[in-house]
């Protein structure tokens, strides 16, 4: 067990629709990165939260956009949902940026 | 070219044998390198980090660097069968703060 929790564990949507997943991180850390995996694939690198400021980006567009808050913990929200934002989503909390990161068990989203 | 390679499997070695997963990476700048190992339907579990050339030991895994060759393996000795999983390699390069994955290996160790 690492400390790092996500919520929900599953989650059904609708093409167009927003959902919002949410992380918290293992205690004492303060970065918080999320992660999309596809069936079959590595993780892929979303963005990454140092101190409640986006401190990094991968190649997600707009519609990917994030939070954290003054406790550490993180919200990864999905706008206009696509058949294509179906993955895993992991949230992955380390002490500082470049450090070691560890993963929560991650949340299954399915749009259909 | 992919940032980061793995060869993609399956890979079976029947137990107790030992189990070799290998990795190159493209970013001459990479400074560290993770293996983390991830059953089925969960979420990857860290294994071992390593930062500089040569071997480093944990019990049944052994992690090697050559950053001249740009390639990391891990090694799992004694393999059992709950070591079936995939194995994914990533890697932090310096200017960077996130983890660049690969696609993973993944191994079945046959009883």
């Known amino acids: 067990e690492t400390g790092v929790t996500q919520s929900p564990t599953h989650l059904i949507k609708t093409r167009g629709q927003q959902v919002t997943l949410r992380c918290s991180s293992q205690?004492?850390?303060?970065?918080v990165s999320w992660y999309q995996q596809a069936l079959g694939q590595g993780p892929q690198f979303i963005f990454q939260?140092?101190?409640?400021?986006?401190?990094g980006r991968g190649n997600f567009p707009p519609r990917f956009s994030g939070l954290q808050f003054p406790n550490y913990s993180s919200e990864l929200n999905v706008n206009a949902l696509e058949l294509d934002d179906s993955a895993l989503y992991l949230c992955a909390s380390s002490l500082g940026g470049g450090d070691t990161q560890y993963f929560g068990p991650g949340t299954r989203l399915t749009v259909l | 070219q992919k940032e980061v390679e793995q060869n993609s499997g399956p890979l079976s070695v029947p137990e107790g044998a030992i189990a070799s997963l290998n990795c190159t990476y493209s970013d001459r700048g990479s400074q560290s390198f993770f293996w983390y190992r991830q059953y089925s339907g969960k979420s990857p579990e860290l294994i071992m980090f390593i930062y500089s050339n040569g071997d480093k030991e944990d019990g049944r895994f052994t992690a090697q660097l050559n950053k001249a060759s740009q390639y990391v393996s891990l090694l799992i000795r004694d393999s059992q069968p709950s070591d079936s999983a995939t194995y994914l390699c990533a890697v932090n390069p310096g200017s960077a703060r996130q983890l660049t994955f690969g696609s993973g290996t993944q191994l079945t160790v046959l009883p």
């Open positions: 939260y140092y101190r409640e400021e986006e401190n």
């Open positions: 205690s004492g850390h303060n970065t």
